[in-house]
């Protein structure tokens, strides 16, 4: 069946250190979303991609890098400039234009600074 | 812009009682609305969405939502409550930069749900 599929699922930094976090799809989407999410905040948007080779900073970039080298592919590093990164961070993917579909979510990634 | 109102960051209800969350939204054409729920440690899964079509849509576990243009609004509800309905439920819209989507959602902050016994 398709799907996201994020890893790990549960990720643990220590203070200084850049960690990465998986997100693959085998849905043929062509857009992928990073979101953090915070206890009463909602989701908010990090950074998204809608065409392989380029994103685009969301609400929320600062201390955050991403990359689509590959259509399936959409890693999220948390660098060491991110000052407050435990979260839950999900991944999520759609079609390009085809904002009637909505978005298909990962299972997510639960971060936490040691 | 658009925009995405839920009220009432938290709604709880009895078990067999009826389930109302709201959703109200910003938007100068009819957009694609959506009902995320949301269990503890997961991902989003989809509810229902509204495109265009009928005006009243049903979705999963017995829950359906009504798009009132005039009221700008697309609450959610389920006649019946269950234990298992207890999550957190996200409002969504299309994003929009004229007439044209941008590809994106706009979430509303969530609502969480308990059910009592």
């Known amino acids: 069946d398709g799907g996201i599929t994020q890893s790990p699922k549960y990720l643990f930094r220590k203070e200084g250190q850049n960690v990465t976090l998986s997100c693959e799809q085998n849905?043929?989407?062509?857009?992928m979303y990073w979101y953090r999410q915070d206890p009463g905040q909602g989701l908010r948007l990090i950074y998204y991609?809608?065409?392989?080779?380029?994103?685009q900073k969301g609400d929320i970039a600062e201390g955050y890098s991403v990359s689509r080298e590959k259509k399936e592919s959409f890693p999220l590093t948390v660098t060491s400039a991110q000052k407050n990164p435990t979260a839950f961070y999900l991944c999520?993917?759609?079609?390009?234009?085809?904002?009637?579909?909505?978005?298909?979510f990962g299972s997510g990634t639960r971060l936490t600074v040691v | 812009a658009q925009s995405v109102t839920q009220l009432g960051s938290h709604v709880s209800v009895s078990e067999g009682a009826l389930v109302l969350l709201r959703c109200n939204y910003s938007?100068?054409?009819?957009?694609?609305l959506f009902w995320y729920v949301q269990y503890p440690n997961q991902g989003l899964q989809l509810l229902l969405k509204?495109?265009?079509?009928?005006?009243l849509v049903k979705g999963i576990n017995g829950f359906e939502a009504e798009f009132k243009k005039s009221e700008t609004s697309f609450h959610l509800t389920k006649p019946s409550a269950h234990m298992s309905d207890a999550a957190e439920y996200f409002c969504?819209?299309?994003?929009?930069?004229?007439?044209?989507?941008?590809?994106?959602?706009?979430f509303g902050q969530g609502t969480t749900l308990q059910v009592k016994p």
């Open positions: 999520a993917s759609s079609r390009r234009q085809g904002t009637g579909y909505g978005y298909t």
């Open positions: 849905l043929n989407h062509d857009a």
């Open positions: 991609s809608q065409i392989v080779n380029d994103f």
């Open positions: 938007s100068s054409v009819p957009p694609y």
């Open positions: 509204y495109t265009s079509a009928a005006t």
């Open positions: 969504a819209v299309s994003d929009r930069i004229g007439s044209s989507n941008t590809g994106k959602l706009i």
